[in-house]
């Protein structure tokens, strides 16, 4: 069992930046591939980005790349989301998951990112 606890969001003005944390329980995270997703109401989750158990592999949608970075530190069972020139269309609950195979296993209780237009 894995629980997930974001952290970090709030009120950001366009352009400016933020920092997700993600805190996982249990003593097995670093065997997961943790991704961050985000929601708006009306809309189906959307991945926005992954890292794999080790931190050696990372994936990004299109419409973050080169903008958001996603870490992890293994050590402190923690995952990151650093967003930078972040854009009113970015403004969403954002969630942090867990997955041993294709499918996310575990889900935080997301956390509230706004960007004033």
């Known amino acids: 069992q894995v629980q997930l606890v974001e952290s970090g969001g709030g009120l950001v003005q366009a352009g400016g930046s933020l920092r997700l944390s993600c805190a996982a329980s249990?003593?097995?995270?670093?065997?997961?591939?943790m991704g961050w997703f985000r929601q708006t109401p009306g809309k189906d989750r959307e991945f926005v980005a992954d890292i794999s158990y080790n931190g050696a592999r990372t994936y990004y949608a299109d419409s973050v790349k080169g903008r958001f970075t996603i870490s992890r530190d293994n050590a402190k069972n923690m995952v990151y989301l650093q967003m930078n020139n972040l854009k009113p269309e970015n403004a969403a609950i954002y969630y942090c998951?867990?997955?041993?195979?294709?499918?996310?296993?575990?889900w935080g209780q997301g956390n509230q990112v706004t960007v004033p237009s």
């Open positions: 249990g003593r097995t995270f670093s065997v997961y591939t």
């Open positions: 998951g867990a997955r041993l195979e294709a499918t996310y296993d575990y």
